[in-house]
């Protein structure tokens, strides 16, 4: 039997169809054109300048998409480019692959996932070393999408601290160090008037470069006597413009030939030539008129002369090498952090005295020392301490190692390497050469001064109030290691009069106006 449909139902039918085909159509054709939309809709932004790194900080490498993604699917590949050798810094293969990293570069580096779908695929560098300088290459892929940038990272190191030392005489002149530490790249050194000027002198400038690739700089400079006095050393980091500065005034009595100290010893010496040609003529006027016996008192006048003649220029000679001592003179503050517990310390980190816990402690140990918080380098330091006529004592100088031990021990055991003294027990001097006993003369020893010479490997003591020299310890010093002054009150607990840093009160060659960085 054939039906009949109706003529509305036919046109309805043929409308959806038409419509299920459109749309058809429109997907089929928007799914081929996919890959071509996803390539032209992302793109890497390249950095404006070179990317710079403090060494020992963090820096952020950064590398940026201009839309967001889909973090599933993206891989971020950074690589460091050589010209000897490529190196995969560190790679992003999704959330569910392990990052990898070169062994240099082992828990140094690190992404931000949670920002991966802002486009932000940039890299977190730990520690930063000089070998990290160079360029860097970020490359990131999404399916069959694919871009790169190049980073450039360059590192530097800001320096420590410039210091400005009086090292020796030289000529008429006087020689000056500057040293600093920790610098990268090399950095500039300027030596600059009260003006701001160059000098005119010509420095010496050495950098040495350490095992982890920065620099320590030591630079040196005649000043003349007439020049101006006013001195500073400038030196500057170019890469983050910046500058350590220490400046500093010479006083004119310094120079050679103005040294008053020096003046009196040629007046001493003029007047000791003329008192002994006086005697000299005189001595041969009267052998014309006398007698053999005259004769004979007359050799032996002569003698003593010549012998009193010989210990006046001695003592000469010895008060020139103390006041030469003396003005290497350096100001001494005592550490309260590297002490024996049962030693007090006055308010000014100057006087010293054994406070004991119990009457049971053995003083005479020797265990019971203070450490300065100066420590010298190089060079020549000098400084005094009153140590009173009856009081037993110990003074000298620790190593860098033998310091951190006593602090480390709290001073409870004496150092067996690195430690130089003179001590005073029961009335005895002894010296750090095998506790050797020294002769001691008749006369007052309350001032005692020390002088550290790591030029010439030697460590002096000094009577200052007559300016005598009591010993010289030969001391094996390294270069590059801090020495430090130390006391010890031994018996002495504070009711006789403590063991003090006594000022002293000569010119002060390098007086520091300001420090700048």
Not at 158 to 176: K, P, V
Not at 241 to 258: C, G, K, M, Y
Not at 490 to 505: D, F, M, Q, S, V
Request: glycine fraction near 6%; charge should be negative; proline fraction near 6%.
């Amino acid at each position: 039997m054939f039906h009949h449909c109706p003529i509305d139902v036919l046109k309805a039918h043929t409308v959806m169809g038409s419509v299920f085909h459109w749309v058809t159509a429109v997907h089929i054709l928007t799914f081929l054109q996919m890959p071509h939309l996803i390539t032209g809709q992302f793109k890497i932004i390249p950095p404006q300048n070179p990317v710079i790194a403090i060494i020992g900080e963090v820096v952020v490498l950064p590398c940026n998409l201009t839309t967001h993604i889909n973090p599933e699917t993206i891989t971020v590949q950074w690589i460091l480019s050589r010209p000897s050798e490529k190196i995969d810094v560190s790679t992003y293969d999704g959330p569910n692959n392990e990052e990898r990293q070169d062994e240099r570069y082992r828990d140094r580096t690190l992404f931000f996932p949670t920002e991966f779908q802002a486009g932000n695929v940039s890299l977190n560098l730990k520690n930063v070393i000089v070998s990290d300088k160079g360029k860097y290459t970020c490359s990131v892929s999404l399916g069959t999408w694919y871009d790169e940038v190049v980073v450039e990272l360059d590192v530097t190191a800001r320096g420590g601290e410039t210091s400005i030392f009086m090292e020796d005489y030289a000529d008429q002149g006087i020689g000056l160090t500057c040293r600093s530490e920790g610098w990268f790249p090399e950095p500039q050194v300027l030596w600059l008037d009260s003006k701001g000027q160059n000098r005119p002198e010509k420095p010496t400038t050495s950098n040495t470069k350490t095992s982890v690739g920065i620099y320590n700089i030591e630079s040196a400079i005649n000043i003349e006597p007439g020049s101006d006095n006013e001195v500073s050393c400038k030196i500057i980091n170019n890469i983050l413009n910046t500058a350590s500065e220490s400046r500093v005034l010479i006083s004119d009595v310094f120079f050679p030939t103005t040294s008053p100290w020096m003046a009196a010893f040629l007046v001493i010496l003029f007047l000791s030539i003329a008192l002994i040609a006086a005697v000299g003529y005189k001595l041969k006027k009267n052998n014309d008129t006398t007698s053999r016996s005259v004769t004979e008192k007359k050799t032996m006048e002569e003698e003593k002369e010549r012998l009193l003649s010989t210990l006046a220029i001695q003592d000469i000679q010895e008060n020139i090498e103390f006041r030469r001592a003396q003005s290497y003179a350096v100001p001494i503050t005592l550490d309260p952090d590297c002490k024996h517990p049962e030693v007090k310390l006055s308010e000014d980190q100057k006087r010293v005295w054994q406070e004991p816990a119990s009457p049971e402690l053995d003083a005479a140990s020797g265990a019971l020392l203070v450490v300065a918080k100066e420590g010298f380098v190089a060079g020549r330091q000098y400084w005094e301490v009153e140590v009173g006529e009856e009081l037993d004592w110990e003074l000298g100088v620790l190593s860098q190692s033998a310091r951190d031990r006593v602090k480390r021990e709290k001073a409870e055991k004496l150092p067996e390497e690195g430690y130089w003294f003179l001590k005073r027990s029961q009335g005895v001097f002894l010296s750090s050469i095998k506790n050797d006993k020294i002769e001691k003369k008749e006369m007052p020893y309350e001032v005692i001064g020390v002088l550290l010479d790591q030029e010439e490997g030697r460590i002096s003591f000094y009577n200052a109030k007559v300016m005598f020299l009591i010993t010289t310890i030969p001391a094996e010093l390294t270069n590059n290691i801090l020495y430090y002054p130390f006391l010890g009150p031994r018996n002495n607990t504070g009711k006789e009069k403590p063991l003090a840093i006594h000022p002293i009160r000569v010119p002060i060659p390098l007086k520091p106006l300001r420090k700048e960085k």
